[in-house]
């Protein structure tokens, strides 16, 4: 196994909402209501396990888009958490697919 793009130690932020927008790409369009309310309700009892992974862009209204974890970033939004653990990669649109 080649660790050349292995990720050890990366900084996690916290992130504001309002800077944040989802993929239109987004592989995944439906979401289920019981899913979305099991990891509304994990996060509310445990708080968010695992940040999401996130992508800086040139948009007026936004700074990063989602890569990975939509629901955990709509939980929040529902939840009216103001921040959401992140990462933060800069990648290209190819390398987004192949996540």
Known sequence: MSTSNLVVNET????????????????????EGVEE????????????????????????????????????FRAHIRLGLQNIKAMIRDLEDSEVRDI
């Open 12 to 31: 996690i932020y916290a992130i504001s909402v309002e800077k944040i927008m989802p993929d239109p790409d987004q592989p995944r369009k439906f979401f």
């Open 37 to 72: 309310q099991e990891m509304e309700n994990s996060i509310r009892k445990y708080g968010l396990i695992q940040p999401i992974l996130i992508r800086p862009i040139k948009h007026p209204d936004y700074r990063y888009m989602i890569v990975y974890g939509e629901r955990r």
